[in-house]
């Protein structure tokens, strides 16, 4: 089994070729291009199946936690033909009919939250380029963006990556790829900067030697003068707000939920109690904190908070737990709100100026029961979430940290939403520490809460994304996105938020005709269809199901309610199929249009169609080219992915 990955804050592509080694994979190459805010990748890989019968190579990867899949083309020959985004279930139908009748066909579909699957038949001696685009929202986090690749040198050898980034603000610095080696880095002018890596054998070393190593572009822009700022393109405008790094942080009351059940024995235990040391430690010295140990039972270290200077007394306690029992989640989160109650009372943040947290590490999924009386009492995972609910009367943020994969991540996921917070995976491994370091840092400093971003005239103003959000940390910052009348001339964007010193307000005026090369609508359509989804994961609402699935297609996004199907009929399949033109000709007249010819070998054509029944024309290598799924505003790309090639060890009669 060989396996690549790529994340661009996680994108992996692995590619399975146990037992069908004769479809090869003969290069990869992804180019990555960053606008504003908005990440666009291109990823493009050729395969040959160089065996009798057709074969099946299926491409499983991750995505990053805040993209969609947004486009995928096979090239046959000289033939292209473009995915057509349709709801799910259909998408899966159409690949498996022609599955059955051993043609080429390929589907993209979601696996779970970011997991996506690619799967592409193949028939006998033949080679295929297969490109796939996808959007992500990059997210600041410590005053920093990032984009990742996880690297596995034994794929890498015929790999290229190219990343650009265009900042409208200007950098703060130049871009940094910290450990690698071979990386050409270019500073085009004071708003693009770039690299391009090209593994060596040599530069491969040190990736070998680790196993796998991330490959990290890290930059900083240039803040604008005034803490808020606004983009307008065709009617469509986004408000980024980082609050001032120079506001007092907000004392924390922060209570850690600690699974200490038999699952989590061993180094999981080990390396979570490591984490919480470590976090201990990092307190200011105005935090108060609690903890509280479960399994069976709930544990809390002490009934009340502690101040900061009684860490290390219990650290000595961290230490000495041991793991056993089962998974009472829910006495565990009852005692930490209590612990969050008896010292503030049933008061918000608002009315005492200390922001109440609240942090569970858990692996695993909540025993159905709650201990009550001494005897087990039945209780749904819903009801769960409705009593934790019910238990927030001071409006804390819940943070929820799951380690490993053996776990019900949608379940704390949801736990994390309806709180104020936000969910991590935590991947097992030496660097368990390091990843739950790197959330704490994000949440360490609060610096504002109860943050409200309003915009008038306001008659002038719709379709806005989530307008507030609970808390903003030091080096974060708010986003908000939606549509103009541009006949007003110009737009003021307020933002009201609670300082440690009391409330603060701050406004930002903007032209409605400016213009700058961001893709604002994407970027709207995006943050819309992402909140839609987050809500479902909280609750099943058939209206905003409707909305995310409407959107999805309109804007031809591969989300969790969508697929993306490639019927590709060859001359081969012609002959033997007199109905396949006219089917295929349906189908792309269904989308307006035929499939286009790529420009370049990272990107599949923007814009432009062509007439006949396929396109035809050669790829070239270089420059990634603009593609049209919806989006406006020129190629602004971002964080890139990864495509992990493999057969699945499947084949499918036919010739």
């Not at 690749?149 to 940094?176: I, K, Q, R």
């Not at 061993?266 to 479960?294: H, S, Y």
């Not at 001071?394 to 736990?415: E, K, N, P, Q």
Request: proline share 4%.
């Amino acid at each position: 089994m060989v396996v690549m990955s790529i994340y661009a804050v996680a994108l992996l592509f692995g590619v399975v070729s146990a037992s069908l080694s004769r479809v090869e994979v003969h290069t990869l190459s992804v180019n990555t291009s960053i606008s504003g805010h908005y990440a666009r990748t291109f990823v493009s890989s050729k395969l040959f199946n160089a065996g009798s019968t057709s074969a099946e190579a299926s491409f499983v990867f991750k995505l990053p936690e805040k993209a969609f899949i947004s486009d995928f083309a096979v090239t046959i020959g000289n033939e292209t033909y473009r995915g057509d985004v349709v709801e799910k279930s259909s998408g899966q139908r159409q690949y498996n009919q022609e599955v059955r009748r051993g043609k080429n066909s390929a589907l993209v579909a979601s696996r779970g939250k970011d997991s996506f699957q690619i799967l592409v038949n193949v028939k006998p001696q033949t080679a295929a380029l297969f490109e796939l685009r996808y959007d992500e929202f990059l997210v600041r986090r410590l005053g920093s963006y990032e984009y990742v690749l996880n690297v596995n040198a034994d794929c890498f050898h015929c790999v290229s990556v190219n990343v650009s980034v265009y900042s409208p603000t200007g950098f703060a610095a130049d871009l940094e790829v910290p450990s690698t080696i071979g990386v050409e880095s270019v500073r085009v002018d004071e708003r693009r900067q770039g690299v391009l890596w090209q593994p060596t054998r040599d530069s491969l070393l040190p990736y070998a030697a680790a196993g796998s190593k991330d490959f990290v572009v890290r930059y900083r822009v240039q803040d604008p003068v005034t803490p808020g700022v606004l983009f307008v393109r065709n009617g469509y405008f986004v408000h980024l707000f980082a609050p001032p790094a120079d506001l007092k942080p907000i004392p924390k009351e922060l209570v850690f939920v600690l699974d200490t059940s038999g699952s989590m024995a061993g180094q999981k235990l080990t390396d979570a109690k490591r984490a919480l040391e470590g976090i201990l430690n990092q307190l200011n010295p105005e935090d108060t904190f609690g903890i509280v140990f479960f399994s069976t039972k709930a544990r809390p270290w002490r009934t009340e908070l502690s101040p900061a200077r009684d860490v290390p007394l219990a650290i000595d306690r961290v230490r000495a737990e041991e793991s056993w029992g089962s998974t009472n989640l829910h006495g565990a989160m009852k005692a930490a709100f209590d612990m969050l109650t008896t010292s503030r009372g049933r008061a918000s943040w608002k009315d005492q100026r200390r922001a109440p947290v609240i942090v569970l590490l858990t692996d695993g999924r909540p025993d159905n029961h709650v201990v009550s009386g001494g005897a087990y009492v039945g209780m749904s995972l819903g009801t769960i979430r409705g009593e934790i609910r019910a238990a927030n009367t001071m409006g804390a943020a819940v943070y929820t940290l799951g380690l490993g994969f053996d776990l019900d991540f949608d379940f704390i996921r949801s736990i994390a939403l309806e709180n104020n917070g936000f969910e991590r995976r935590i991947y097992e491994g030496a660097d368990t520490y390091e990843q739950v370091a790197a959330f704490y840092s994000e949440i360490s400093t609060p610096l504002l809460g109860d943050v409200q971003m309003s915009y008038s005239p306001e008659s002038a103003v719709s379709k806005l994304t989530r307008p507030s959000m609970p808390y903003l940390a030091r080096g974060s910052e708010a986003l908000v996105a939606g549509f103009l009348d541009t006949s007003v001339g110009s737009i003021t964007a307020t933002v009201r938020a609670l300082s440690a010193d009391g409330p603060v307000t701050w406004s930002t005026t903007i032209s409605t005709a400016s213009l700058l090369p961001i893709p604002t609508e994407s970027l709207w359509a995006f943050l819309t269809i992402q909140q839609l989804i987050d809500s479902l994961s909280v609750s099943d609402n058939f209206d905003m199901r409707s909305r995310a699935l409407a959107m999805s297609l309109e804007y031809k996004f591969v989300t969790p309610l969508t697929s993306m199907f490639v019927q590709i009929d060859t001359p081969d399949d012609l002959e033997e199929d007199e109905d396949a033109s006219e089917s295929l000709d349906k189908g792309w007249q269904r989308r307006g249009g035929r499939p286009a010819v790529l420009e370049s070998a990272g990107a599949p054509s923007s814009g432009t169609t062509s007439t006949g029944s396929t396109s035809t024309g050669s790829t070239s290598s270089g420059s990634t080219g603009s593609m049209s799924s919806g989006s406006t505003g020129s190629t602004s790309s971002g964080s890139t992915g990864s495509m992990s090639s493999g057969s699945t060890g499947s084949t499918s009669s036919g010739s």
